[in-house]
């Protein structure tokens, strides 16, 4: 099936510092969003954008929506243990809910 | 508790056998939605239900899958004559719609091994 172009693959970074994830797409989204995985567990979601060139904050995570509709990014700043998991974006395709996945990244955080 | 919520948690099923998989959506959300979940990817689509209509169904649900939403509330996944390369991560999504498309609210899931 078809899935988003998400990069980096993995990230393991110190404690305190800023992260910065993006995901890309051949097609046109009407919405983007993020969600966080933990082992085991389903995704939840984080942020949700719905215009071109939209930024949108959640406490330490901002996202913002390509001019192009083709591409998201998340940063998390100030990162703490919690903030391990894997990320996703997604993209909402036309008028249907169907939504179109990332392929994740994976972030680790050392104290 | 107002999550989805997804029974079992946990299934290991020879190859050949039926195995069905239960869904309860948060109960004021109309739509509910099936994906599948391999090892290192992400989430892929399978099939939406509103209310007690099933709208769209993936190319990746195959004969063998059949979902079914009885009254517009919980749902079941069915998986018959089960094969190794089933083996994966069922997650059911329920959400509301309002205009605006909130995105998904997702259960725990259920992790199906086939051996």
């Known amino acids: 099936g078809q899935q988003l172009n998400q990069s980096p693959q993995s990230m393991f970074i110190q404690e305190g510092e800023d992260v910065s994830m993006n995901c890309t797409s051949s097609?046109?989204?009407?919405?983007w969003l993020w969600y966080k995985q933990d082992p085991g567990e389903g995704p939840v979601l984080l942020i949700a954008?719905?215009?071109?060139?939209e930024l949108t904050s959640n406490g330490r995570l901002t996202a913002q929506f390509g001019i192009t509709r083709k591409d998201s990014f998340l940063n998390i700043s100030a990162s703490i243990p919690s903030d391990v998991g894997i990320y996703f974006c997604?993209?909402?395709?036309?008028?249907?809910?169907?939504?179109?996945f990332g392929t994740g990244t994976r972030l680790q955080v050392f104290p | 508790d107002t999550g989805v919520s997804q029974d079992p948690r946990h299934k290991i099923t020879k190859r050949g056998q039926n195995v069905t998989f239960r869904c309860d959506p948060i109960?004021?959300?109309?739509?509910l939605y099936w994906y599948r979940q391999t090892l290192g990817q992400g989430p892929e689509f399978l099939t939406y239900?509103?209310?007690?209509?099933?709208?769209?169904k993936s190319r990746l649900l195959s004969d063998r899958f059949s979902a079914e939403r009885p009254k517009g509330s919980f749902s079941t996944l069915e998986i018959q004559r089960t094969e190794q390369g089933d083996s994966a991560m069922y997650l059911c999504?329920?959400?509301?719609?309002?205009?605006?498309?909130?995105?998904?609210?997702f259960g725990s899931g259920t992790r199906l091994t086939v051996v």
């Open positions: 239900f509103q209310n007690e209509a099933q709208l769209e």
């Open positions: 097609s046109i989204f009407n919405t």
């Open positions: 999504a329920s959400s509301i719609v309002l205009g605006l498309f909130y995105g998904y609210t």
């Open positions: 954008l719905y215009k071109a060139g």
């Open positions: 109960s004021e959300h109309n739509r």
């Open positions: 997604a993209g909402q395709l036309g008028n249907t809910d169907k939504l179109i």
